[in-house]
């Protein structure tokens, strides 16, 4: 919460560039395929997406601030047999400083569980980042493993659903997740997600989110 008197302003906002808003960006991709390995090469140089902090303008009106970036990243992922290889991994420069963050795991499928249509897939990921919990950018997720279920009916509905828990190694601080989805008719899909937060850390950044278990159902029209 913002302290009594102060009110949060985005249109305010500051930016490290001399051209403000205005400044031109810059980014480029590079995928391939080879064999069963699929390989990403990406860069990007600009103003950040994401503030780097907050100001407190002569108003009193807090403001974001948002620096250049320069990042690049590496996506890597292997598909052998029932086995699905997975590396995501950015290294970012702002204000001279440099962090690497990452996420990687796999996912091994059982095929047509109890001789029916329906494929069980079993997910273990790990995902780090080196920024401390001063770094108002710095994610919540710097120690932590995913473990999950994901179930695929292979309908014609695509139904899918996929439970898994994320724990942080660090404090035992556990989020839960589910998401599930299904096409009705042929313009139609209805989706659930449902987030719960427990046992959180007051010295950390996802105790904030402690009261915030949500429950979500969706339904898109597409036309």
Do not use: C
């Not at 008197?5 to 249109?11: R, S």
């Not at 995913?146 to 404090?171: C, K, P, Y």
Request: hydrophobic share 40%; net charge negative.
């Amino acid at each position: 919460q913002l302290p009594p008197g102060l009110a949060f302003n985005a249109d305010a906002a500051t930016y490290e560039s001399a051209d403000g808003s205005r400044r031109i960006d810059y980014a480029i991709r590079w995928f391939s395929i080879f064999d069963e390995w699929e390989l990403g090469l990406s860069h990007f140089s600009g103003t950040g997406r994401e503030p780097q902090s907050f100001k407190l303008n002569s108003a009193g009106v807090i403001a974001p601030f948002y620096a250049i970036i320069n990042q690049t990243g590496l996506e890597l992922q292997a598909f052998i047999e029932e086995w699905t290889w997975k590396l995501e991994a950015i290294s970012r420069e702002d204000f001279n400083e440099r962090f690497l963050a990452m996420t990687g795991g796999f996912e091994y499928t059982f095929v047509g569980i109890s001789d029916s249509q329906v494929d069980l897939g079993i997910v273990i990921e790990y995902l780090y980042d080196n920024r401390d919990d001063t770094s108002l950018a710095s994610s919540p997720f710097q120690n932590d493993i995913t473990t999950g279920l994901r179930f695929t009916l292979n309908d014609a509905q695509s139904s899918e659903l996929l439970v898994a828990i994320v724990t942080d190694l660090d404090d035992q601080t556990v989020v839960s997740f589910l998401e599930a989805s299904r096409r009705l008719g042929e313009s139609f899909k209805l989706e659930l997600e449902i987030r719960t937060f427990s046992n959180t850390n007051p010295k950390r950044p996802l105790y904030v989110f402690r009261k915030d278990d949500f429950v979500q159902v969706s339904l898109a029209w597409y036309f």
